[in-house]
């Protein structure tokens, strides 16, 4: 025994290791997780509730996630609900504490963990502190007595004698149910009477109790729980003796069970053998270390085959990416998926040396696996060398039926030792040729499958190193840990599609299921129709649409089905009918139906994240068919379209803050297209005097003109403290306005059309206001009024949630593309002409702080031309996620969005934003500026060496050969490099003349999640 280690003797060790075996509360400190850390104490509930009531109003009221809801007793007016980390914690009190539920306000605190029930039975045992006389009673059973007592408690009672206690039992509750009907129907209590006289005392006949014809061995299911046998001290597969909160996580073997049949005492041993022979523990409650966690055995009672589902103690899995030869397979596995709403997989199809490197490039995180399971044949040597070894991967797995599988080619991507590599020393031989913390390990999956029948000679492999995440059989985790997301993974939003506010959108996002679930609500005033199409376009056109019809035939019978137009806007059905679930509610004037973010279908349209331009088109004839129906045609206020983003991520529950409203004031709206409505607001005093932060913002519409306003910003007034901005109010554009509100240019808000509030995560928030600040701001808003209606009145602006209470984070912005200079132009006449601004890891490098920034929302910027705009997000060479994309861009509709998951950025990653731009109706080149006929997108600035702009614009025409020898001048040049700091001057360093980073493995394309079709011939009522 070592005397030293890390300084302390081993009399100290054992001392402190005494000092936690009797610490009621050391178990919180051993790692992993408990429910007992994070734990709120709720009090002040109604009388009446449920538990899944309550995880309900949590889950989609507030966006929490409870681990457990712990209840003393039913009724109780007090629980605990557990969380899976502090943040957690704390949502869940600013959330519940206060909240008037049910006639009662509820009361939400952190609650102290409970003392761990194994020590405090050990210490009141030392303490010979006397046991109830049950505890006393159960010591002096044997252990087959005590499982039988917990399992089949009548298991020592004859089966005539078990009838008739179970008959008295049924006929006890009926008196009492009897009873209730009597007390509860005055009017029936004589006739009660008559009846109980002839049915021995109940007012119904109560037949004798039927025996089963079964007796033994009749379970067909059963979870056993995996544990140690406190008797044998060994693994054992069984059930537990009594729960972990009276003091007892031992677990008894199922041998002596009669209810269980002898075929599933069979699965269970051998099981248990298997377990026995590994070298992973079990899974312990009491400090939650350990991998074998529960077995469950079903068996069929028809056919005699058993199944065994294995659990693992790892609590998640980030992410599976699967290869596989066979199309067929992969096909059955994204349907299992999909069955199953387990949305962190993915499969893709073809060979694992031609997938593998770009399929390892969507495998973001610390812990990737790589599991490969190749034919005999194996691997191509250049396949370890230059695939695997590309990252710090964890230890890879190799799948194999035998020994002599070990000998193949991928063995040479080490350094054998002893010219071969057998058995368990494939693991050290490659280990030589890996980097550090890289090794290859083998799992010996199969116990008692040899090449000669008997157990492979890889079982006699050490295993002293052994880790959690080096676990082959964690795969199966993902594959049998069904994640039932339900209501957690559902966003909700809203729009109005006419300018009159009479045609009101609302959609449900279901990323479990990847639908979508549309509901049009119409007022009372909005105009009769006799068919309706709904739907989408690329920018927003009937031509080339896809829709959803709901139409009236000349005989008044309704037709609903989904269709599509083709270049001149004629309507023709679809052979795939993806318009889903329509359900016409007369009452409440509601039509509602679903559909999938792809049906894969080429008459219909993707739904992606970003822009989607919502089309719809009305008419009042009776018609006799659909086909060849003219959605043009109609005149302008029976058609329209609006631009939403309607993949908008899970709502954050909202913060409690204060409310500062930045709005217009009564103002006529001037009887244009279209009118740009600045306004200067001096902030309040409590504002200017004191630091705050946004901690989430929304719209705040006049009633009645949602159809009107269609996007609003709030810009800063970057200049001095001191500096006093007039109170400007009028249209942005005129002649008239002071030169000095031109500093009002920082976006602190963003909302556009259909977009849902925006809550900054609980860590940040973003900055406004103090002493050393300016005290103005300006709210710009953008009308859109294509009636030319002159009698507008509006009073729309920002809602601000604001708290002087500070985030642990400032949120900032980091603007990247390119500087807004006449170097950059985009030649006339191109459909998509492409522009890329580069964040080099350069820059990255020395911008950033040592631990990364974490991005949660992003704002893309374009002018006129812009269609499209999409940020690359690149570590070490291999493509991450994109950052965000929007392949429908528009420069009318612009909103800060947030991001569906965080992403983490570290010094050193590569950054690269793409815009394209449309520039067919255009016969010049466009020049980079700041005016909206020039073109933009706000950057961390960084350019290409290019000409005057004389010289562009002398420039015509735009041949493709002068298109091309442009767009290779700015993707091959050396780049200027505009590396700021937030005050706008360069970090340190030459930025001139510096290549472009290249992208060694792109990220691939993801895979299309398809629905099942069905071919539809004949139109349905």
Avoid at 547 to 573: I, P, Q, S
Avoid at 652 to 669: R, S
Wanted: proline share 6%.
């Amino acid at each position: 025994m070592a005397t030293v280690t890390d300084d302390k003797t081993t009399e100290q060790i054992e001392t402190q290791e005494k000092a936690e075996a009797n610490d009621e509360y050391a178990y919180l400190d051993r790692g992993g997780f408990s429910s007992e850390i994070y734990k709120v104490e709720l009090r002040g509930l109604p009388k009446y509730y449920g538990i899944a009531e309550l995880k309900k109003l949590m889950i989609q009221k507030f966006g929490l996630n409870p681990s457990k809801i712990k209840r003393p007793s039913y009724g109780s007016h007090w629980l605990y609900a557990c969380f899976q980390n502090d943040i957690e914690r704390a949502r869940a009190i600013a959330a519940l504490n206060g909240y008037f539920w049910k006639g009662k306000t509820l009361k939400a605190e952190a609650a102290k963990p409970a003392p761990d029930p194994l020590v405090k039975k050990r210490k009141l045992e030392e303490e010979g502190i006397s046991m109830d006389k049950k505890q006393k009673y159960d010591l002096n059973k044997t252990q087959e007595e005590r499982l039988k007592d917990a399992t089949t408690p009548y298991w020592n009672i004859p089966y005539e004698k078990q009838l008739n206690l179970k008959e008295s039992d049924i006929k006890q509750l009926l008196v009492k149910l009897d009873n209730e009907i009597w007390n509860n129907n005055k009017a029936m209590r004589s006739q009660i009477e008559e009846l109980r006289k002839v049915n021995n005392g109940l007012s119904f006949e109560l037949k004798p109790i039927e025996k089963s014809p079964i007796t033994e061995g009749y379970r067909n299911k059963c979870e056993f729980t995996i544990g140690i046998d406190e008797e044998s001290k060994l693994q054992t597969v069984g059930f537990r003796l009594g729960s972990y909160a009276t003091g007892t996580v031992g677990v008894a073997p199922v041998d002596s069970l009669i209810h269980i049949s002898d075929k599933m005492k069979k699965a269970v041993l051998l099981f248990q053998n298997f377990v026995r022979q590994s070298p992973l523990p079990p899974f312990s409650p009491a400090n939650y270390s350990g991998y074998w966690h529960y077995l469950t055995v079903r068996q069929s009672m028809s056919t005699g085959d058993v199944m065994l589902i294995i659990a693992m103690h790892p609590q998640y899995c980030g992410k599976v990416l699967g290869i596989e030869l066979i199309p067929e397979a992969v096909k059955d596995a994204k349907r299992n998926t999909e069955l199953n709403n387990i949305d962190n997989c993915e499969f893709y199809t073809g060979r694992a040396e031609d997938k593998l490197s770009s399929v390892l490039a969507r495998a973001v995180g610390d812990d990737v696996i790589a599991i490969v399971d190749p034919p005999r044949a194996g691997l191509p040597s250049s396949y370890l060398k230059e695939q695997l070894l590309i990252n710090d991967y964890q230890p890879g797995f190799r799948c194999g039926c035998s020994v002599g599988d070990l000998t193949i080619p991928l063995l040479n991507g080490g350094s054998p030792e002893q010219g071969g590599c057998f058995g368990c020393k494939f693991r050290y031989s490659v280990q030589g040729g890996l980097q550090k913390k890289k090794s290859v390990r083998f799992l010996n999956v199969w116990q008692h499958i040899g090449d000669d029948g008997s157990s492979s000679a890889v079982a006699g492999c050490p295993w002293a190193a052994m880790t959690i995440h080096f676990l082959v059989a964690s795969m199966f985790i993902c594959a049998l840990k069904i994640r039932f997301l339900g209501e957690q993974n559902v966003a909700e939003s809203q729009t109005v599609l006419d300018t009159n506010g009479n045609m009101l959108l609302k959609w449900r996002v279901n990323y479990s299921t990847r639908r979508i679930q549309f509901q049009l609500e119409l007022s009372e005033k909005a105009q009769p129709f006799n068919w309706l199409a709904l739907g989408f376009s690329d920018r927003g056109a009937l031509e080339n649409a896809d829709v959803c019809l709901l139409w009236t035939d000349y005989k008044e019978r309704g037709h609903f089905e989904d269709a599509h137009t083709d270049k001149n806007g004629r309507l023709y059905r679809d052979k795939y009918q993806n318009c889903e679930s329509f359900y016409l509610n007369v009452e409440y004037r509601t039509i509602s139906f679903q559909r999938f973010f792809d049906t894969c279908d080429d008459d219909d349209y993707v739904i992606g994240d970003g822009t989607t331009h919502i089309v719809w088109a009305r008419g009042s004839d009776l018609l006799f068919s659909s086909k060849g129906l003219c959605l043009p045609c109609v005149d302008a206020k029976n058609k329209g379209f609006v631009r939403v983003r309607l993949l908008t991520p899970i709502a954050l529950p909202q913060p409690k803050a204060k409310q500062l409203y930045i709005t217009n004031k009564d103002i006529k709206v001037p009887g244009t297209d279209t009118t740009y409505w600045c306004k200067i607001h001096k902030l309040p005093d409590y504002i200017n005097e004191k630091p705050h932060h946004i901690v989430q913002f929304e719209s705040a519409i006049t009633r009645g003109n949602e159809g009107l306003v269609h996007h609003m910003e709030v810009f800063y007034c970057d200049a001095g403290s001191d500096i006093q901005i007039p109170l400007y109010e009028g249209s942005c554009f005129a002649a008239d306005r002071p030169e000095i509100t031109k500093a009002c240019s920082k976006v602190k808000s963003a909302w556009a059309m259909g977009a849902p509030p925006f809550t900054y995560p609980q860590e940040a928030g973003l900055p406004l206001g103090g002493p050393n600040a300016n005290k103005y701001v300006m709210l710009e808003v953008h009308y859109n009024n294509p009636e030319l209606k002159q009698d507008w009145v509006d009073s729309s602006g920002i809602l601000l949630h604001v708290t002087a209470d500070l985030r642990r984070y400032d949120a900032a912005i980091m603007e990247l593309g390119l500087e807004y200079t006449d170097k950059m132009a985009i030649p006339g006449g191109q459909p998509a002409f492409p522009l890329t601004g580069y964040c080099i890891p350069q820059c990255t490098g020395v911008g950033l702080p040592s631990e990364g920034i974490v991005v949660f929302g992003s704002q893309l910027h374009t002018h006129l031309t812009g269609v499209a705009v999409w940020t690359r997000h690149v570590r070490h060479g291999i493509e991450l996620p994109i950052l965000n994309k929007d392949l429908h861009y528009s420069t009318h509709f612009q909103e800060i969005r947030i991001l569906h998951r965080p992403v983490k950025v570290l010094p050193g990653d590569y950054l690269e934003t793409t815009c394209l731009y449309d520039t067919r109706e255009k016969r010049n080149a466009t020049i980079g500026g700041h005016a909206i006929t020039d073109e933009m997108w706000d950057s961390m600035p960084i350019s290409n060496n290019a000409s005057p702009r004389e010289n562009y614009l002398s420039i015509g025409p735009w041949t493709p050969l002068r298109t091309q020898a442009l767009h290779k001048l700015y993707t091959e040049s050396p780049l200027s490099m505009q590396c700021n700091r937030s005050d706008g001057n360069r970090f340190q360093g030459d930025w001139e003349d510096i290549l472009i980073p290249k992208i060694k493995i792109p990220l691939p394309e993801p895979p299309r999640v398809c629905p099942q079709h069905e071919d539809v011939e004949n139109e349905t009522e």
